[in-house]
């Protein structure tokens, strides 16, 4: 089973800055099998990139992933105040899909 | 837009099976893809639970293998869960979701139902 690990689990950033969101793998990754996802208090998570680096559709263009191997990273261009969420990567292999444990983005 | 809804009890007692089932609209299931089941307990991460398609080929989270089944029913066009032997431990926000091209990653997703698990 591949463990994903996320980091920082939170980041405090004001809005206008960058964000950036690391997310480690216990094993290698096909970069076509890696996710990134965002989660609001009380929402289901929403799809924002797939393939590492492919947005979904309708997502901003702020929003942008890139990595390979075991190292993935999700960067925020500038931050928006409904930016302000928790993330969370996930990866599919071997049939199975696991999530990483998530990293909280909140108002500094 | 295809969009999907929980359906279920949300209390279930100790050692019983919890039961939910995925509504499905504006796609038909029978079409194609992979649905699938997602759990978060209360302040926590996402787990994966399993994945069925159309035809009934399902897999499962190895970790919760010997107590789910997730069945499809397309004359309905849902799609359902049962874990078993429930505890305390599978309190959770149970979402459905569908599964984007290549099935492997989750594209459209339900709002989620909570499901507590007490006596």
């Known amino acids: 089973e591949i463990v994903l690990t996320q980091s920082p689990g939170t980041l405090s950033l004001s809005p206008g800055e960058r964000a950036t969101l690391s997310c480690r793998a216990s094993?290698?990754?096909?970069?076509?099998?890696l996710a990134w996802y965002q989660q609001k208090p009380g929402q289901a998570p929403r799809l924002l990139i797939y393939?590492?680096?492919s947005r979904a559709t309708g997502i901003p263009d702020r929003f942008s992933g890139s990595g390979s191997g075991t190292d993935f990273t999700l960067t925020i261009s500038r931050l928006e105040p409904e930016d302000f969420a928790v993330y969370y990567c996930?990866?599919?292999?071997?049939?199975?899909?696991?999530f990483g444990q998530g990293t909280k983005l909140e108002i500094k | 837009q295809v969009q999907l809804q929980e359906s279920g009890p949300g209390l279930v007692k100790p050692s019983e099976t919890l039961s939910l089932t995925c509504a499905v609209s504006?796609?038909?299931?029978?079409?194609?893809?992979?649905w699938g089941w997602i759990r978060q307990p209360p302040g926590q991460g996402l787990e994966w639970i399993g994945i069925?398609?159309?035809?009934?080929?399902?897999y499962y989270n190895p970790s919760l293998k010997s107590r789910v089944t997730i069945s499809v029913d397309t004359s309905k066009n849902q799609f359902s869960l049962k874990l078993s032997s429930v505890t305390a431990a599978d309190t959770a926000v149970y979402y459905c979701?569908?599964?984007?091209?290549?099935?492997?990653?989750?594209?459209?997703w339900g709002q989620g139902t909570l499901v507590t698990v007490s006596s």
């Open positions: 979701a569908r599964l984007g091209v290549g099935a492997y990653y989750f594209d459209h």
């Open positions: 504006a796609y038909s299931i029978s079409s194609g893809y992979y």
């Open positions: 069925i398609y159309h035809s009934g080929n399902t």
């Open positions: 094993q290698s990754v096909s970069s076509s099998y």
């Open positions: 393939g590492a680096s």
């Open positions: 996930q990866q599919y292999g071997s049939s199975l899909y696991s």
